[in-house]
């Protein structure tokens, strides 16, 4: 409708202008005039309502992390699940952790730690014992069976460390006895 105001406005423009250079005796001046603003409302209308309605374009979210490999050989392995994503435009979530197992035996990885949120650092990833709902055990020497295999915090956003990298999570570095 604007549209169709607009260009009738735009030809009446240009007839009373083409009827006013050719007759200047005749009073065409105010209605030229009339329908020239006409057009440039008309023009602002709807430039405005073009853009009002134009799509906005949201960052995606940071990308979850990859699960973990898992390989077997005569055994069972399961790769970990990868971490969280991030805030929009954020980092991605760790990667889950690799299974492998050679011979008979049994092998899970851990979860990937989630990517530092708008708001906090990522939490880290569970255990793989954990995650799949195995109970909690201390063990001869005092640690936790809970405390290997888990993946790291993510940075957190707010708070900057000497190093902005996510932290890792306590590997198997030292093995369980």
Same mark, same amino acid.
């Given at each position: 409708?604007?549209?169709?105001?607009?260009?009738?406005?735009?030809?009446?423009?240009?007839?009373?202008?083409?009827?006013?250079?050719?007759?200047?005796?005749?009073?065409?001046?105010?209605?030229?005039?009339?329908?020239?603003?006409?057009?440039?409302?008309?023009?602002?209308?709807?430039?405005?309502?073009?853009?009002?309605?134009?799509?906005?374009?949201?960052?995606?979210?940071?990308? $979850?992390?990859?699960?973990?490999?898992?390989? !077997? $050989?005569?055994?069972?392995?399961?790769?970990?699940?990868?971490?969280?994503?991030?805030?929009?435009?954020?980092?991605?979530?760790?990667?889950?952790?690799?299974?492998?197992?050679?011979?008979?035996?049994?092998?899970?990885?851990?979860?990937?730690?989630?990517?530092?949120?708008? #708001?906090? $650092?990522?939490?880290?990833?569970?255990?793989?014992?954990? !995650?799949?709902?195995?109970?909690?055990?201390?063990?001869? #020497?005092?640690?936790?069976?809970?405390?290997?295999?888990?993946?790291?915090?993510?940075?957190?956003? /707010? /708070? /900057?460390?000497?190093?902005?990298? !996510?932290?890792?999570?306590?590997?198997? #570095?030292?093995?369980?006895?």
């Amino acid at each position: 409708m604007i549209r169709t105001i607009e260009i009738l406005s735009l030809l009446v423009t240009f007839v009373l202008a083409s009827l006013w250079i050719h007759n200047p005796s005749g009073n065409y001046e105010p209605f030229t005039i009339i329908s020239g603003i006409v057009f440039a409302a008309m023009e602002i209308c709807r430039r405005k309502a073009s853009n009002s309605t134009a799509p906005t374009v949201l960052p995606s979210p940071g990308e $979850g992390g990859a699960g973990g490999n898992a390989k !077997a $050989g005569g055994g069972f392995a399961t790769g970990g699940k990868g971490g969280g994503g991030g805030v929009p435009g954020g980092g991605s979530g760790g990667a889950g952790g690799n299974a492998e197992v050679s011979g008979y035996g049994r092998a899970i990885g851990g979860e990937g730690g989630e990517a530092g949120q708008a #708001d906090r $650092g990522g939490r880290g990833g569970k255990n793989p014992l954990e !995650a799949h709902g195995i109970p909690n055990q201390q063990l001869p #020497d005092g640690r936790w069976l809970w405390e290997f295999g888990r993946g790291g915090d993510g940075g957190d956003p /707010h /708070h /900057h460390s000497t190093s902005d990298q !996510a932290q890792p999570g306590n590997d198997t #570095d030292s093995p369980i006895r």
